[in-house]
Nanobody, 119 residues
Framework: VQLVESGGGLVQPGGSLRLSCVASGIAVNEYQMGWYRQAPGKERELVAHIVSNGYRTYADSVKGRFTISRDNAANTVSLEMNSLNAEDTAVYYC??????????????WGKGTAVTVSS
């Protein structure tokens, strides 16, 4: 299984970025797909996730600014980020999660893509 993120970079405050996560070895519509982030000196936190039926959940800090979406044909999950601010600076990780047949948690992670919001 591989999750490969792209789209990170340097953006000015108020700007936008679109992150993408291409999955191989799994079908994204069979997993809870999520974006997490980890800022320097902080713990990794959930940003948004989308479950198999399409239901989306967002962290309070990004509601109304970020949108998670899924393209089943391309086996890709994206994160559209608008109105970025310095507090959004972090490494963003793609995650795939589900329980296996033995009811054990299965997590797959990408290597991350860095987002820096700065003027």
């Amino acid at each position: 299984v591989q999750l490969v993120e792209s789209g990170g970079g340097l953006v000015q405050p108020g700007g936008s970025l679109r992150l993408s996560c291409v999955a191989s070895g799994i079908a994204v519509n069979e997993y809870q797909m999520g974006w997490y982030r980890q800022a320097p000196g902080k713990e990794r936190e959930l940003v948004a996730h989308i479950v198999s039926n399409g239901y989306r959940t967002y962290a309070d800090s990004v509601k109304g600014r970020f949108t998670i979406s899924r393209d089943n044909a391309a086996n890709t999950v994206s994160l559209e980020m608008n109105s970025l601010n310095a507090e959004d600076t972090a490494v963003y990780y793609c995650n795939a999660y589900r329980k296996n047949a033995h009811n054990r948690d299965i997590h797959y992670w990408g290597k991350g893509t860095a987002v820096t919001v700065s003027s």
